[in-house]
């Protein structure tokens, strides 16, 4: 099929920076709109949901995959991440991507590289002190693929709230000509967050891991009653936690505003329900956004 005077192909493997400007330039020349998908792969059907809305929306598709160091902790899961290139890469083609860049660590991080994007307030909130540094690596390579990609509209998944909120911010605090489109979190049938990570759970986590959309539904059911006690509501989503998943670490189970992460002061129209738990050395995230009806008079 012939668009402008680009021929649309097989999808293009770009593995260096080069390659990649090179393609999406001709596309851009061509008249296309540039949409951006960056993930780290072992890729899933949320992944495919953004390329899905990417592609609905006419753009040339360019994904990246890329497992970012810099976003990981030392005592984090860097090198036991999971790793599937050649399904990625199938899945991306299946999909209908039009680039997938997957840049080595030394292209993305050259020798002598000290340059880094760091967020503000919203990194302190939820994972933030969970995860020391890793929203400044998020902001950094988020900031270094747009401009390698130079997209007119970014896809980011609502799985990663904080990470959306942030790079929203970003993008207005640094003036950068893109687009943030936040997509819906995709779930398993039974209602887990659909994660890379989940990979990782053994069996018996994996059943388990529901304990923390229980947990969730647990605080949304309790705000919807008309419950205002944020208090009281953590304390039923611990113990929906401690309930369903003896072994679980919870890291945090939070009501925040959507926009800011300040704490929630209820009652209020909107809440983010947001928590973080660890199973085994694996740490899953889930949130669900709670529009609460004002009370009838
Ligand atoms: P990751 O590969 O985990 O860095 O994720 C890449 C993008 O996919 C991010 O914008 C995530 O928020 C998004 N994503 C990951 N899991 C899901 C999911 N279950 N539903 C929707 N988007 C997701």
Do not use: W
């Given at each position: 099929m012939a668009h402008g005077n680009v021929i649309l192909s097989a999808m293009l493997d770009a593995p260096t920076i080069a390659a990649a400007r090179k393609a999406i330039a001709a596309a851009r020349a061509a008249g296309r709109t540039i949409g951006f998908v960056p993930t780290m792969g072992a890729l899933h059907a949320g992944h495919v949901s953004l390329i899905d809305r990417c592609r609905a929306d006419g753009c040339f598709t360019v994904v990246s995959i890329f497992v970012n160091p810099t976003q990981f902790g030392p005592n984090e899961d860097l090198s036991r991440y999971p790793r599937t290139w050649e399904a990625d890469r199938a899945a991306c083609d299946r999909a209908g991507v039009d680039v997938v860049f997957a840049p080595t660590a030394e292209e993305m991080y050259p020798p002598g590289e000290?340059?880094?994007?760091?967020?503000?307030?919203?990194?302190?909130?939820?994972?933030?002190?969970?995860?020391?540094?890793?929203?400044?690596?998020?902001?950094?390579?988020?900031?270094?693929?747009?401009?390698?990609?130079?997209?007119?509209?970014?896809?980011?998944?609502?799985?990663?709230?904080?990470?959306?909120?942030?790079?929203?911010?970003?993008?207005?605090?640094?003036?950068?000509?893109?687009?943030?489109?936040?997509?819906?979190?995709?779930?398993?049938?039974?209602?887990?967050?659909l994660s890379s990570r989940n990979a990782l759970l053994t069996p018996a986590d994996r059943a388990q891991a529901l304990a923390l959309y229980r947990a969730l539904c647990t605080g949304r059911d309790a705000l919807l009653r008309g419950e205002t006690s944020v208090g009281r509501i953590i304390a039923a989503m611990r113990?929906?936690?401690?309930?369903?998943?003896?072994?679980?670490?919870?890291?945090?189970?939070?009501?925040?505003?959507?926009?800011?992460?300040?704490?929630?002061?209820?009652?209020?129209?909107?809440?983010?329900?947001?928590?973080?738990?660890?199973?085994?050395?694996?740490?899953?995230?889930?949130?669900?956004?709670?529009?609460?009806?004002?009370?009838?008079?």
């Open positions: 000290q340059t880094r994007v760091r967020p503000g307030r919203l990194a302190d909130a939820l994972c933030g002190p969970f995860r020391p540094g890793h929203f400044e690596g998020v902001c950094t390579v988020v900031a270094k693929l747009f401009n390698i990609v130079l997209p007119d509209v970014a896809y980011f998944g609502q799985k990663d709230a904080q990470q959306a909120v942030i790079i929203r911010r970003m993008v207005n605090d640094l003036a950068m000509p893109v687009r943030i489109v936040t997509c819906p979190l995709i779930r398993d049938a039974d209602g887990l967050a113990n929906a936690v401690v309930q369903n998943a003896g072994s679980a670490a919870i890291d945090y189970l939070s009501l925040v505003d959507p926009e800011t992460l300040e704490p929630a002061a209820l009652p209020c129209p909107r809440v983010l329900i947001a928590g973080a738990i660890r199973l085994g050395g694996v740490r899953l995230i889930d949130n669900l956004t709670v529009e609460i009806p004002s009370p009838t008079p």
